[in-house]
T-cell receptor, first 114, second 111 residues
Framework: SQKIEQNSEALNIQEGKTATLTCNYT??????LQWYRQDPGRGPVFLLL?????KEKRKERLKVTFDTTLKQSLFHITASQPADSATYLC?????????????FGQGTILTVHP | NAGVTQTPKFQVLKTGQSMTLQCAQD?????MYWYRQDPGMGLRLIYY???????DKGEVPNGYNVSRLNKREFSLRLESAAPSQTSVYFC??????????FGSGTRLTVV
């Protein structure tokens, strides 16, 4: 069956360190993968999109990698700050007839300690 | 610039009651979506609309109906609410492959 797994339910790091979140998937051939941030009581907010033919994408302190052989995406936040504390969701588009419809992982709760 | 607006923000229903969740976007997006979010289950797609006049089922459509009234508006209706439909409901819109814009959610409790 198709599955998206974000390996850590919760991740705690110290301010200034790099946070690395993992998203693995099985039985998908996604056209692209996206990462979102969700704060308590709010809707998810889009952060980055990476396509199947891209290895890496950067935006300010954020970096996403996408390895279609390993079926894995890594999401990095460098020089992390307490304000980065939130739940981070990965989501993928399976392509084909599912093009444009996102399936979400359950999220990783990131806490950055001062 | 409102983005995606959902109403109401909170609602309590009795089992068997009906209600409609409203969603409107002002970004001229073609695609709109309804998701529900439950603890431990993540976001699950209920229905989506790829363009005005079209709708299709997602992963968990049972107990729901939708209407894409025009390009801006996409409503979700619960005809006979059940406790299993207690959840947080999110509407979203997008332009093809670009990231979704989500509303702030409707917190629904069915007692």
């Amino acid at each position: 069956s198709q599955k998206i797994e974000q390996n850590s339910e919760a991740l705690n790091i110290q301010e200034g360190k790099t946070a690395t979140l993992t998203c693995n998937y099985t039985n998908y051939s996604p056209a692209y993968l996206q990462w979102y941030r969700q704060d308590p009581g709010r809707g998810p907010v889009f952060l980055l999109l990476i396509r199947e033919n891209e290895k890496e994408k950067r935006k300010e302190r954020l970096k996403v990698t996408f390895d279609t052989t390993l079926k894995q995406s890594l999401f990095h936040i460098t020089a992390s700050q307490p304000a980065d504390s939130a739940t981070y969701l990965c989501a993928l588009d399976a392509g084909g007839t599912s093009y444009g419809k996102l399936t979400f992982g359950q999220g990783t709760i990131l806490t950055v300690h001062p | 610039n409102a983005g995606v607006t959902q109403t109401p923000k909170f609602q309590v229903l009795k089992t068997g009651q009906s209600m409609t969740l409203q969603c409107a976007q002002d970004m001229n997006h073609n695609s709109m979506y309804w998701y529900r979010q439950d603890p431990g289950m993540g976001l699950r797609l209920i229905y989506y609309s790829a363009s005005e006049g079209t709708t299709d089922k997602g992963e968990v459509p049972n107990g729901y109906n939708v209407s894409r009234l025009n390009k801006r508006e996409f409503s979700l209706r619960l005809e006979s609410a059940a406790p299993s439909q207690t959840s947080v409901y999110f509407c979203a819109s997008s332009v093809e492959t670009y990231g979704y814009t989500f509303g702030s959610g409707t917190r629904l409790t069915v007692v």
